[in-house]
């Protein structure tokens, strides 16, 4: 069964740099499209940013564009999210989720989330 696994959410101030990760089983990591979004109290769920694998292209919302990288380790089955600059908004719970797919133009409304991770961006 598919699964996803997030973590390495934290405390960090503004301008601090975070790096999550999710660990992937029950798929082929390298044909397939890994997702984060992120969900703040009274803000819409916000899709953050989103790999291919299956040719490296790469999605980021404007709001994160420049500040954060999406990487993937298909050998280890590992998706990450390196966050720098973060900002006060930047404050959500993160999940890393797949369509099962390989298409980041595919929601994954229908497809498999992870348990979330909490970024708390504060001074």
């Known amino acids: 069964q598919v699964q996803l696994v997030d973590s390495g959410g934290g405390l960090v101030q503004p301008g601090g740099s975070l790096r999550l990760s999710c660990a992937t089983s029950?798929?082929?990591?390298?044909?397939?499209?890994i997702s984060w979004y992120r969900q703040a109290p009274g803000k819409e769920r916000e899709k953050v940013s989103c790999?291919?694998?299956?040719?490296?292209?790469?999605y980021y919302a404007e709001s994160v564009k420049g500040r954060f990288t999406i990487s993937a380790d298909n050998a280890k089955n590992m998706v990450y999210l390196q966050m720098n600059s973060l900002k006060l908004e930047d404050t959500a719970v993160y999940y890393c989720?797949?369509?099962?797919?390989?298409?980041?133009?595919?929601?994954?409304?229908?497809?498999?989330w992870g348990q979330g991770t909490q970024v708390t961006v504060s001074s």
């Open positions: 989720a797949t369509p099962r797919t390989s298409n980041c133009r595919d929601g994954a409304d229908f497809g498999s």
């Open positions: 790999i291919s694998t299956r040719d490296g292209s790469t």
């Open positions: 029950g798929f082929t990591l390298d044909y397939a499209a």
